[in-house]
């Protein structure tokens, strides 16, 4: 076994991942073209019992590492990145309240969580950019916690969503929160977004909600990775894997009209072909590498995700934009998934942090530190 690779008594569940991907991938475009959020493959990603393994073990769970996780998230992506990104916000927002609740609510939320309810990030705010981290909402006391009034923004699933891990300001500090659903929270179109049409990605509003004090999230106690920050690489390695496929597919069954010889035999297809590979292998042994730094609770983890999602991030766009550039005309065209692919990419490249803030904190860590 590689030591960077899933460990083998996980390797089922990476099977059993990749078996759900197979699936996912017939119904990923007509998905995207809907843009409706596909509960069908969650719902059959809980039933599989990914969900639940995650879990630490003194709550349900199996601990999964984050090699196999990592794996996994690739997987799904290459089949359906939409239902991948949901996913990832979904395992994020709750394996992270179980992580920083008190026992009790951690309790809850485990529960929660396995008995199939959903969980959602409302962390980004319209006016704060990439910088969830740092909130700029201020919830105010009120009889049994905080009231919140505001927005958040690019909340994956939110629709369909029970809980949300939520970040504001309590005496101007960042603080999280386990919310539940209620009538004072609002979802609103924000526009069809370009890539992972169907992540339901919506603007939330908070109309006085109250977070409870009992539902507030504890200070950390050390450094802990996490599920989002750690997923987010392989999303866009995945989307990388379905464009090489794609190209392949295309260049293998098309002839070249002035010749009648196949394009996989065009010299300049082929060193690009293996240039963008090759680079995409390197993005993913990076990425395995930063999974094991997660696994190690080693504090690089956290730059780690930096140069991982760079990496994965650049050649996603790269592979996809020689599959369009193999495609032709016809990558252009709504029948092909080149051109779903390409919007896809570019959805990654945007995520926070995005491919410029993930470049400017490399640099200050080489140039300021």
Avoid at 33 to 42: D, G, R, Y
Wanted: hydrophobic content about 45%; overall charge negative.
């Amino acid at each position: 076994m590689h030591p960077l690779g899933t460990p083998p008594d996980e390797q089922p569940w990476v099977d059993k991942a990749a078996e759900l991907a197979a699936r996912f991938a017939t119904t990923a475009a007509a998905y995207d073209e809907s843009a409706e959020v596909p509960a069908e493959n969650l719902e059959a990603l809980h039933a599989s019992g990914l969900d639940q393994a995650l879990l630490p073990v003194e709550f349900g769970g199996e601990n999964l590492s984050y090699r196999a996780y990592g794996e996994i998230v690739r997987l799904l992506a290459a089949g359906c990145p939409s239902t991948a990104c949901i996913w990832v916000m979904h395992v994020g927002a709750a394996c992270g309240l179980v992580a920083m609740s008190a026992p009790d609510t951690a309790r809850f939320y485990a529960e929660e969580y396995t008995a199939g309810k959903r969980f959602a990030n409302a962390l980004s705010e319209p006016s704060g950019g990439n910088l969830f981290l740092l909130p700029q909402q201020h919830a105010l006391p009120v009889d049994g916690g905080f009231r919140l009034t505001g927005a958040k923004r690019f909340t994956s699933g939110c629709e369909i969503a029970d809980h949300f891990l939520v970040n504001v300001l309590v005496d101007g500090v960042p603080t999280f929160f386990g919310a539940a659903a209620d009538e004072t929270i609002a979802y609103l179109p924000i526009g069809d977004t370009m890539g992972l049409r169907a992540n339901g990605s919506r603007l939330v509003e908070f109309h006085g909600t109250v977070l409870r004090a009992d539902r507030r999230c504890l200070p950390p106690k050390g450094h802990r990775p996490n599920r989002i920050s750690s997923g987010l690489p392989f999303l866009s390695l995945g989307v990388a894997d379905a464009a090489v496929a794609a190209l392949i597919e295309h260049a293998r069954t098309r002839a070249i009209p002035t010749t009648g010889e196949s394009l996989s035999a065009m010299q300049w297809l082929r060193f690009d072909l293996a240039d963008v590979h090759s680079r995409l292998d390197a993005a993913g042994m990076y990425a395995n590498h930063m999974s094991w730094l997660a696994d190690e609770n080693d504090t690089a983890f956290d730059m780690a995700t930096m140069r991982a999602k760079l990496l994965a991030n650049q050649v996603a766009l790269d592979a996809a934009q020689l599959a369009l550039k193999a495609g032709g005309g016809s990558g252009y065209l709504s029948t092909s998934p080149i051109q779903r692919i390409l919007r896809d990419a570019y959805a990654g490249w945007v995520m926070a942090y995005s491919a410029e803030v993930c470049r400017d904190r490399i640099s200050a860590e080489l140039l300021d530190g």
